[in-house]
């Protein structure tokens, strides 16, 4: 059984950082792309930055340049670092796994990945 578990989420003031982390057990880690989505009440799910089993990032454009991906395959945990965070970024962060090990490039559609955290709110002030 899967479980991942976001945490690292709050209140940020506009311009601060938060580092989230998002912990995994029960696959092997290393050998699956870890994602990063978000989510605003009444809108619809939104990619956020994929990292591949290999290393290989992706970043929606809307974050791009303020957010990194990481992983830390020895604590089977992904980190999502948020830098220059402003009030738009403000919403549920979920962590989710590729559905295929092995991937040989990343993929930023919700529907490959078939485990998901329960999420991690954040909120960013003006």
């Known amino acids: 059984q899967v479980q991942l578990v976001e945490s690292g989420g709050g209140l940020v003031q506009a311009g601060g950082s938060r580092r989230l982390s998002c912990a995994a057990s029960?696959?092997?880690?290393?050998?699956?792309?870890m994602g990063w989505f978000r989510q605003v009440t009444g809108k619809e799910r939104e990619f956020i930055a994929v990292i591949s089993w290999s290393g290989m990032t992706a970043y929606a454009d809307s974050v791009k340049g303020r957010f990194t991906i990481s992983r830390a395959n020895a604590k089977n945990t992904v980190y999502l670092q948020m830098n220059s965070l402003k009030p738009e970024d403000t919403a549920v962060y979920y962590c989710a796994q590729d559905s295929f090990p092995g991937r040989p490039s990343v993929t930023l559609n919700g529907h490959d990945y078939s485990y998901w955290g329960q999420g991690t709110q954040v909120t960013v002030s003006s």
């Open positions: 029960g696959r092997t880690f290393s050998s699956y792309a």
